[in-house]
Nanobody
Framework: QVQLVESGGGLVQPGGSLRLSCAASGTISRIGAMGWYRQAPGKQRELVATVTSGGSTNYADSVKGRFTISRDNAKNTVYLQMNSLKPEDTAVYYC?????????WGKGTLVTVSS
């Protein structure tokens, strides 16, 4: 069983920054690819960024140049540094991790970008 716990969400003004963290725990040796997804009110969940265990990254076009995903394999933790935040980045952000053949999800953390 794998548990993913996100932290770091909150309220920030447009142009501001936030850093999200997601720690994986449970009976795991090392989790595979990890990533961040988000779901805004009334919209479907969408990919934000992913990072493989080897460090290869992928970003949604809407966040390229503003968000940076990284991970600490020793801690089974993934981070999302979000800069130049816009009101349209407001959403619940979910952590995803792949272990063996399954996908695991955190409960989400709310990010609100508003003045």
């Amino acid at each position: 069983q794998v548990q993913l716990v996100e932290s770091g969400g909150g309220l920030v003004q447009p142009g501001g920054s936030l850093r999200l963290s997601c720690a994986a725990s449970g009976t795991i040796s090392r989790i595979g690819a990890m990533g961040w997804y988000r779901q805004a009110p009334g919209k479907q969940r969408e990919l934000v960024a992913t990072v493989t265990s080897g460090g290869s990254t992928n970003y949604a076009d809407s966040v390229k140049g503003r968000f940076t995903i990284s991970r600490d394999n020793a801690k089974n933790t993934v981070y999302l540094q979000m800069n130049s935040l816009k009101p349209e980045d407001t959403a619940v952000y979910y952590c995803n991790g792949k272990y063996l053949t399954r996908d695991y999800w955190g409960k989400g953390t709310l990010v609100t970008v508003s003045s």
